[in-house]
Each structure stands twice: as C-alpha cells, then as structure tokens.
C-alpha cells in the first residue's frame, strides 16, 4: 500500500490562522483513483479539525465538574467520549505508524454528540446543539479541492499510478494549503491557474522517494 502523511492547518474565521498544524495517515493502492482519494483525505482531515474543535470548547467547561466529589456519570461519560476521540484523532498518531479511518472518526463524533446531548444544560449551553461550536472552522470541500505534485494537478478521472508509478511501497507527503486569496501568493502552486478569490485548497505531494524503509518523518 502507498502510505500518504497528510498535513494540514487549522483557520479561522477572517483568515487569521491559529498556526497548529495537523496530520494524519492514509493507506491506499496505486490502482486508487485520484476522485476517491480526494474525497477520503478530505473527510479525514474535516473529522479532525471537528474533534480537536469540540475538544478544545467543551474540555475546559468539564473540568470543573469533573472535579467535585461525586462527578455524575453522565459527566464522565462525556469526557470519556472526548477523550477517546482526541486520543484517536491525535496527530501523534503519525508517530506510532496507526492510519486515521473517516468510519472511526464519524463514530468518534457520533459519540460525543450523544453524550452531549445528555450534559449540555450542566455546561450551561442552551441547546444539545454542536455546530456553533464548529462555526469558526473552514472546512475543505471535496468539489473545490485539487491535488498537484512535481507541478502537475491530478486529474480526478486519473488513478495514481498514472502520476507515481506502480510501486506499492511508495511514500508521499502531502501538504493542505489554505485557499489562495491573494495573487502574489500563486508562485506557491507552480503557476498553476487559480481563480483571484479564494481559489481551491492546494494539497501539494511531495513525492519522497521509492523506498521501502524510508521514515515517515524525513
């Protein structure tokens, strides 16, 4: 299986970036064509924006509560779900060689939305509603997302062999940048034409070299 690191990072409304920069695995074959692929890191690296966010909102509201004598369990059911999904969803996950699934992460999320649902009046927040916590993140869109390396953009009707050859030990780096805004910024995406508003989110392969060994982290 080709194994692709994917990083990406984390943006806020108004375009200020955060700086964090996120990453996880993918496994595919040579013979995967290039519209699934964009579609499956896209779902993953969306999953895993979501999780930190919910993570990085509702953690700190619990752990006051968390802190009383007795914490309810329905209270430590929550945190246990958080907890879970940001240990799964963890950039550190790289490090240990463990590929992120989209299932795995759409279950994670599931799981925390049941258990907020049962909480979200103990954390003083009016509904058992998630999504104004995730109102500030930009999240890729499969439809505008292009994937390029060695200067080429990938073809979604393509596979990629067609780009990297049949090599099933191959390693990419692949890189998300965030949506070009500005021309003087298109020198970046090796004079690719891209529309003057907001163009497509580049992820940018960064072929590494046909060996079998080579670390991950190079």
């Known amino acids: 299986m080709v194994r692709i690191r994917v990083k990406h990072g984390r943006r806020q409304t108004g375009g200020a970036d955060d700086g964090e920069e996120l990453e996880f695995l993918y496994d595919c074959g040579t013979s995967s064509s290039i519209g699934q692929i964009t579609k499956d890191i896209t779902e993953i690296a969306n999953f895993q924006l979501q999780i930190q966010q919910l993570s990085l909102q509702l953690l700190p509201r619990l752990s006051p509560l968390l802190h009383h004598h007795h914490p309810s369990s329905q209270v430590i059911g929550l945190h246990r779900a958080l907890s879970e999904a940001t240990s799964y969803a963890s950039k550190e996950q ?3 060689g463990k590929i992120l699934s989209s299932i795995v992460l759409r279950e994670h999320k599931r799981s925390i939305e049941s258990e907020f649902a049962v909480n979200y009046k103990l954390l003083d927040f ?3 509603n998630l ?5 500030d993140l930009e ?7 292009q994937l390029s390396w060695a200067g080429k953009v990938f073809v979604k009707g393509k596979l990629l ?5 049949k090599n099933e030990k191959t390693k990419i780096l692949l890189k998300l940048q965030a949506p070009v805004s500005h021309p003087a910024c298109k020198s970046s995406t090796d004079e690719m034409d ?4 907001l163009g497509p ?3 940018r392969l960064n072929y590494l070299k046909y060996q ?3 670390p991950l982290n190079e």
């Open 161 to 165: 062999r067609d780009y990297i050859g």
């Open 139 to 145: 999240l890729l869109h499969e439809d505008t997302v």
């Open 94 to 96: 790289v490090l240990h």
């Open 201 to 203: 989110w580049i992820l």
């Open 194 to 197: 891209l529309p003057n508003e």
């Open 212 to 214: 079998r060994h080579s």
């Open 126 to 128: 009016p509904e058992a």
């Open 131 to 135: 999504e104004p916590l995730l109102s």
